[in-house]
């Protein structure tokens, strides 16, 4: 294992390595470390060593600069509360760079990350592609011999990312159980204050046979449309803005640590990243979780689906001037049914293997339940919807499609704050580590 270490780039910790279980947060940056450079001043004016001397070692007895640390207490407590509660327990072996088949080779992830967290390097961590290049498999967990779950502290990292990001108290209170009813009442509130200010709760409308017509219960254009496009927007101008603030940390931190910038900047790289992320081919690589790439790719072509027949409806809609509902033969029906079904198939799989590898990796936190959950809901009440509309049964039926209205909304509305965010932000720390030449290991 050692040598494997080697190979990968680690310094392991050694036999007298502080046992960083036995210690506080201030202590572990204080506490000197075999084989990790010249010790030095600490805030705490006490003797200790870099981190970055811990990552590279001694360069042949060559004096290493002196530096102050700032160890961030605070954020360790928050990485701790977030999920990373075995974090302490961790003795720097390398086990977990050495299983995990997806980093680099060049200073491997999720080691170095287990010592930066312990020491509280808020800044390093939250400004680090790594975060979000690992694929949460937990390949590594499974190995660490010191249950240590390094696949849920880099998980508990990156929602803390999402939330240095965005507005950190919105994300907190996402992140928590303790706040989920107050957090759904917003969506609850504006549908059902939409369809009261329709009158129908009192008047529930039909079609000219008797038949649901879910445009006539909430009218796209006073309804749908103004309500659905605002908070869109305000999602997508959110998560713009955290993927380029956390673009621009990971430049400065970058180019701070000796790294050229970037010749082609995000959009000059993006695309060979996106045609990557598209066959999902660094999820493959995973070995406890390797078929979690197929249910993954479900969920998401489910929601590709399902978002270019939100497209196609408003076309038929407001070009074409094409009223709804449309037959189920029609190819937007069709489409939409397929989408929806790969999106249940899809997020079913996820959860057999939550419960499946529940004993090695662990059954995930709220925050991964808050998605599941909420897309479970989305598809189930979609498909609910079209069903209950099909067999005319309003009493069921308009309940339902409100049900489902809420839930998109809810959706929106946390999207920059949840675990939704990820698919930016792991966009975004792929495309960086194309454009600094991080190695990849994928083609
Ligand atoms: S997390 Fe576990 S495997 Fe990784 S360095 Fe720490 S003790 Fe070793
Ligand atoms: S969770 Fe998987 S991808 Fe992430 S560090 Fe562990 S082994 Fe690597």
Redo the contacts with the bound molecule.
């Keep these: 294992m050692a040598d494997e270490s080697v190979e990968k780039g680690e310094e392991t910790a050694g036999a007298d390595a502080p046992k960083a279980g036995e210690t506080e947060p201030e202590s572990a940056v204080s506490t000197a470390d075999p084989g990790v450079g010249p010790a030095e001043k600490t805030e705490s004016g006490e003797a200790g060593a870099t981190p970055e001397a811990a990552e590279t070692g001694p360069a042949g007895g060559d004096a290493i600069p002196a530096r102050v640390i700032q160890p961030d207490v605070r954020f360790v407590r928050d990485v701790i509360n977030a999920g990373g509660s075995d974090l302490k327990k961790c003795y720097q072996c390398a086990t977990?760079s050495v299983?995990?088949n997806?980093?680099p080779d060049d200073t491997p992830?999720?080691r170095k990350e287990m010592q930066w967290a312990q020491w509280g390097l808020k800044e390093k961590l939250t400004g680090s592609p790594d975060i979000w290049l690992?694929?949460?498999?937990?390949?590594?967990?499974a190995q660490c011999p010191r249950d240590a779950k390094?696949?849920t502290v880099?998980q508990a990292i990156a929602k803390m990312t999402i939330a240095n990001y965005s507005i950190s108290s919105i994300a907190k209170a996402v992140g928590s159980a303790k706040t989920f009813v107050l957090m759904a009442l917003l969506p609850v509130i504006i549908i059902m204050a939409a369809i009261g200010i329709q009158g129908h709760f009192s008047n529930v409308p039909r079609g000219g046979n008797g038949a649901i017509v879910y445009s006539e219960f909430m009218n796209v254009y006073r309804a749908i449309d103004p309500i659905f496009t605002i908070f869109f927007v305000i999602a997508a101008v959110l998560l713009i803005l955290g993927g380029r603030r956390y673009w621009n940390d990971m430049l400065r931190n970058h180019v701070s640590e000796g790294g050229a910038a970037p010749e082609k900047g995000f959009f000059g790289n993006l695309w060979p990243t996106v045609t990557e992320f598209l066959a999902h081919k660094r999820f493959r690589k995973?070995d406890e979780t390797r078929d979690r790439a197929n249910s993954h790719l479900l969920v998401f072509y489910a929601f590709v689906g399902l978002l270019l027949t939100t497209a196609w409806a408003g076309l038929y809609m407001d070009v074409i001037h094409r009223e709804s509902p449309f037959p189920m033969y029609d190819p937007i029906k069709i489409l939409a049914n397929i989408s929806a079904a790969a999106g249940i198939i899809g997020i079913t799989m996820v959860l057999i293997y939550k419960f499946t590898h529940a004993g090695k990796i662990g059954r995930g936190s709220y925050y991964d339940w808050w998605l599941i959950g909420t897309i479970y809901v989305l598809l189930l009440t979609g498909i609910g919807s079209e069903l209950l509309r099909e067999a005319n049964t309003a009493v069921f039926a308009y309940p339902v499609y409100s049900l489902h209205l809420m839930t998109v909304l809810f959706l929106f509305i946390y999207a920059p704050f949840s675990k939704m965010a990820h698919m930016v932000y792991r966009m975004v720390a792929l495309v960086f580590a194309r454009a600094t030449g991080r190695d990849l290991g994928v083609e």
């Design positions: 977990c299983a995990c997806i980093t992830f999720p690992c694929h949460q498999c937990n390949d590594c967990t390094p696949g880099m995973c």
